[in-house]
Each structure stands twice: as structure tokens, then as C-alpha cells.
């Protein structure tokens, strides 16, 4: 009876292996470095905002597209940071997270049947949220060798039903950070095919070695035809709060602020406001993160080496790949259940970033590793070990 009741879009997609390892995770009391909770202390500011909202009564509905108090700062940080220009009364929504932003952009612009280009690795939600909304996924890829974007798989999967290319700048899961180069490439890939480019850039302040973040929005031709993904989960260590933005031209911004509406009517209100706080922070406070976060990135790379493992170095975000081969285990789901167990560290197995039944990522786990440096010294001993 169960599975007559069951929509078609459902079929295959289950609860995701960063859902599952962080339960099991929490079954033996062990560090998770598989999911992005980011468990890092809020900036102050970000939580008395928010406190203070609840205890002026600021409980109700807002505006379907978000404060606009909240749009107006969201616009002044885009054209300052990213160097582009949006109206935050026709151009700015703030959606229930960054993955809010981009089911919401899915549903103004794209139709069942209709191909988008993911680059693998990508970011799961990416792809499930694409299934569920009937569209097909293509694949193009990144080399971990060398972060290096694989420009001749994007152009085996372009075809006559592309209608859109998705990136995360810089990437969860491998760490890439694209170059503009690149993002000039795939500018040109999008103006020549006609194609909207979604930008998930919510790791935008997060980039290592002096490299510098590039929003695709801001290079020649492309802000009428990208929409462009961001929030402050991972900014302010509020994943749990689900304040993220979408930036894009009116014209899709209309059809997204409905879409938003129907979905989720609008942001948490006195989080909303929480967030507009936390947008006072200085600009030091960015950098103070920033440089955490690359403390954290060589203490556990150097830890998986030592551990036997490859990582694959990220230049952005808080996640870095790495290949376990070294370490004999058959396959990632094997070695994600046989690292818990040894040493109650979770990590997500490869193949969750890679296209289903590919085997592409049968050798890799992924590793988060946005935790209190005392914490990741744990984890690190524990990796170092094995």
C-alpha cells in the first residue's frame, strides 16, 4: 500500500549520507567531521539581534522577499565584496538558507525535463533538489589532482536541453576555488548555449593562500544570467538559523519571490534580524574567520598524510577531499563505517559528491573541517594514529 502512495520523484533519493553519519555519529559519542554544522562560536552581535527580536515581539510574517532593512544591507555588502550592483527592493530575496535560494530559483526558471550541468564533485542538495523538480542532471567535472576545472567534460555535457550550469565558488565538497579564468570560460559556455548560471557562493569569505574569491555575477555578460546563491549559516556559524539570500535580475526575482512565498512564506523573522545585526561586524572579524579556518585546513591535511591518507588541499570553503587507498579499505562506504569505528571520527563517503553508480568517488571521503581548534586537535591525534 505504501509504495502506491509513493510520487515518482521520490524514487531514488534517500536521506543523504551526511544526514546518516552525523546520527551515527551521535550513536557512539565520536567527532563528526562529515557534516558542515560548523559548530564554531556566533559573533554576539548576530545573537543578542536576535534575542532582542524575540523579546521586542518581532514574531510575525515579514515581507515573502525578507526584511528589507535586511535586502538593503545585503545589497551594500554584494556591491561592496562581490562588486556588483542589485536592487534590494526587485533583486534580493532572503530564502530559508542558501538551498532555499536555489529551490526557489529552480522552480522561477526551470522546467521538467530540462538538463543542467553540475560539476562534480558537487554539492549533494544541488542534485536532489534538481531530481525532485523532474530536471535531468549532466555532468562535467573538476580535477582533485590539480582543482583544476575539467573544461572538455563541460562541453560533452552541453546538448539542446541544457538550460542552466550550477557551480559552488569555492566548493563544497573538494575546496576549489574557481579561477577567473575559468568563470570567463564558463561565461562564454553560458552566453554562447543561452544558459543561466547558478552561483552557490556561500563560502565566499572562506579562501586560503591569498587567492581571492570572483562572483560570477561580476564578470562581462553574465549578471543578467546568473542567479546567485548566499547566507550567513556559514559566515556568522548559524547553520541551524536558515537565513540565505538569492541575488538576481527582477525579471527572475519575480517569478522566485512567488516560488518563495509558496514554499516557505518567508525567513524566520527575529532571525532575520539577527542576521542584519550580525552585518555590523567589522571587517576584521571576516579575516579573524578566514584565518581560522586555514589553521584548520593545514592542521587536518597534515593529520590525514600522516594518517595515511591523500588529501587533496582545498584553496576555499571548510571541506577537503582525500583518498584513502593507502589505507586498503574496498570502497567509501567501507571506509566511512570502518573510521568510526576506529577512531568515532564521521566522514561522508566519495560517492555522495559524484554522479550515482559512477564509482568516481569509491576512494574518498570527505572531512569538514569547521570545528574549535581544540576539538580538530582531537580528531587530528585520532586521524594521525591511524
Request: proline fraction near 5%.
Amino acid at each position: 500500500m505504501s509504495e502506491r502512495f509513493a510520487a515518482k520523484r521520490m524514487q531514488g533519493l534517500v536521506q543523504s549520507d551526511i544526514r546518516r553519519l552525523t546520527i551515527e555519529c551521535d550513536k557512539v559519542g565520536g567527532i563528526n567531521l562529515g557534516q558542515g554544522i560548523c559548530d564554531m562560536p556566533t559573533h554576539p552581535l548576530v545573537k543578542q539581534g536576535a534575542i532582542d527580536a524575540i523579546n521586542n515581539g518581532k514574531a510575525i510574517y515579514t515581507h515573502a522577499m525578507g526584511l528589507i532593512e535586511l535586502r538593503r544591507k545585503i545589497a551594500d555588502k554584494i556591491k561592496a565584496f562581490n562588486g556588483v550592483s542589485y536592487d534590494p527592493e526587485t533583486e534580493l530575496c532572503v530564502t530559508v538558507g542558501s538551498t532555499g535560494a536555489f529551490a526557489i530559483g529552480v522552480m522561477a526558471t526551470l522546467d521538467p525535463g530540462d538538463e543542467v550541468i553540475l560539476i562534480e564533485p558537487f554539492y549533494g542538495y544541488h542534485l536532489n533538489t534538481l531530481i525532485m523538480a523532474g530536471i535531468t542532471p549532466k555532468y562535467a567535472h573538476v580535477d582533485l589532482k590539480t582543482l583544476a576545472l575539467d573544461r572538455a567534460s563541460v562541453e560533452r555535457a552541453v546538448s539542446s536541453k541544457n538550460r542552466a550550469i550550477v557551480i559552488c565558488n569555492p566548493c563544497n565538497p573538494a575546496g576549489v576555488l574557481f579561477s577567473e579564468a575559468d568563470l570567463k570560460w564558463l561565461g562564454d559556455i553560458a552566453i554562447k548555449h543561452d544558459l543561466l548560471i547558478f552561483a552557490d557562493e556561500i563560502y565566499e569569505y572562506i579562501a586560503f593562500d591569498g587567492r581571492k574569491h570572483v562572483s560570477a555575477a561580476k564578470l562581462p555578460g553574465l549578471r543578467e544570467r546568473t542567479l546567485t546563491l548566499g547566507g550567513y549559516s556559514k559566515t556568522f556559524s548559524v547553520t541551524g538559523w536558515r537565513i540565505g539570500y538569492l541575488a538576481a535580475p527582477a525579471a527572475i526575482m519575480k517569478r522566485a519571490a512567488v516560488a518563495n512565498d509558496l514554499l516557505y512564506v518567508c525567513a524566520p523573522h527575529p532571525l532575520q534580524r539577527g542576521v542584519l545585526a550580525g552585518l555590523d561586524a567589522p571587517a576584521s572579524y571576516y579575516e579573524d574567520v578566514r584565518a581560522e579556518y586555514e589553521r584548520g585546513r593545514n592542521m587536518i591535511c597534515a593529520a590525514l598524510e600522516k594518517g595515511g591518507f591523500k588529501p587533496y588541499a582545498p584553496q576555499g570553503s571548510y571541506y577537503v577531499m582525500a583518498d584513502f587507498s593507502k589505507l586498503g579499505w574496498t570502497d567509501d562506504q567501507t571506509a566511512s563505517r570502518e573510521l568510526l569505528a576506529r577512531t568515532k571520527i564521521a566522514a561522508i563517503p566519495g560517492g555522495a559528491f559524484y554522479e550515482p553508480g559512477s564509482r568516481r568517488g569509491e576512494k574518498l571521503l570527505r572531512f569538514c573541517f569547521a570545528k574549535p581548534l581544540d576539538v580538530l586537535a582531537e580528531a587530528c591525534q585520532r586521524l594521525e594514529k591511524l
